[in-house]
């Protein structure tokens, strides 16, 4: 598991809580249908993304395609920060 994956499990498992847990869920599972987040979710995951990843979440980029599962949020945070030029 890379540095991103962790971080990103451990937020969710810490403020999400889920009978399954933050490590448990498959990469591609739907965050929304496993009733871990909601649009007070959404509010969190985003204000926190912000600082810990110093990347900046435009309102445009708040769609399932990239918040929606583990893996969207990974691939979604590694290109936000290669596109501030801060790698992985």
């Not at 309102?59 to 801060?86: F, H, M, S, T």
């Amino acid at each position: 598991m890379d540095t991103i994956e962790h971080r990103v499990r451990e937020f969710l498992h810490e403020n999400f809580p889920s009978p399954e847990g933050a490590d448990e869920l498959k990469d591609d599972q739907s965050l929304f249908e496993a009733g871990i987040l909601d649009s007070m979710g959404v509010l969190a995951l985003v204000t926190w993304l912000e600082p810990e990843f110093g990347i900046v979440v435009d309102d445009d980029d708040v769609v399932p395609e990239n918040i929606d599962g583990v893996g969207n949020l990974v691939r979604y945070v590694r290109r936000k920060r290669a596109e501030a030029g801060l790698g992985a």
